[in-house]
């Protein structure tokens, strides 16, 4: 049986159309991450994403500066790309796991203390309130952002010069997860600083055997 060149043409554009509706038909799915990692003798935080906005009810309202840090044992952490004061609008994220003191610090006295960051860079501003103890339900947490947010891409790093996680009350490592009512996600990541690599090792003791050689091949 032939196919027309008309039928082929016509067959090519219903599939295309198709393929069209489904791919409008996918919803809009936000992430924003806070990655921090020990980076030699600095502590940086990256930033990343975006946060979608489409069908949530705000929860709250107000006026405050945002700032570049994080206050580890009280769940608390923020970014922002200007030190002026702005109206903001707070929405719910629920935890996917019940996070209690000291959230993402290690319980330390130094977790207490709000760590602001030495320098930052990037664009856009949010204020994570991790800590459910100051939210109505089980398990409900907030974000705010600027009252003008509508979406726009969240992107930079913040730096905490000659810091460590101990210094800063950090936890070790460990990733906090949050899920919005429209399938939106926010995460705080620590990651483990890495144990120094096995050739590493092994480079340091050649060198410190060829040392050895050296100075006893001296002396005989």
């Known amino acids: 049986m032939k196919i027309s060149l008309t039928m082929f043409r ?37 930033v990343a994403g975006s946060f979608d906005l489409s069908s949530l009810i705000p929860q709250a309202s107000g006026s405050m500066t945002m700032r570049n840090f994080v206050s580890p044992n009280d769940g608390l952490a923020g970014f922002s790309d ?13 935890e996917q796991a019940a996070y209690t003191q000291p959230f993402w ?20 501003s ?8 100051a939210s109505p339900e089980t398990n409900e947490a ?11 891409a969240i992107n930079g790093t913040m730096t905490w010069a000659g810091q460590s996680y101990a210094s800063m009350g ?23 600083v890495p144990e120094p690599s096995g050739c590493a090792g092994m480079a340091f003791a050649a060198v410190a055997l060829g040392v050895w050689m050296r100075r006893r091949a001296a002396k005989a």
Do not use: H, K
């Open 170 to 192: 950090l936890a070790t490592s460990g990733t906090w997860n949050w899920q919005t009512a429209n399938g939106g996600t926010v995460a705080l990541r620590i990651n483990a």
């Open 105 to 124: 610090g290690d319980g330390s006295n130094a977790g207490n203390i709000p760590r602001f960051a030495t320098t930052s860079t990037g664009t856009g």
């Open 10 to 46: 016509a067959s090519v554009v219903a599939c295309v159309a198709l393929l069209a509706n489904a791919a409008s038909a996918v919803p809009t799915v936000s992430s924003l991450t806070i990655d921090f990692n020990q980076v030699g003798s600095d502590v940086v935080a990256t």
């Open 126 to 133: 949010f204020y994570l309130e991790g800590n459910p103890l």
């Open 142 to 152: 907030r974000i705010r952002f600027p009252s003008t947010y509508a979406g726009e």
């Open 82 to 94: 200007n030190n002026t004061s702005v109206a903001w609008t707070s929405w719910r994220i629920d």
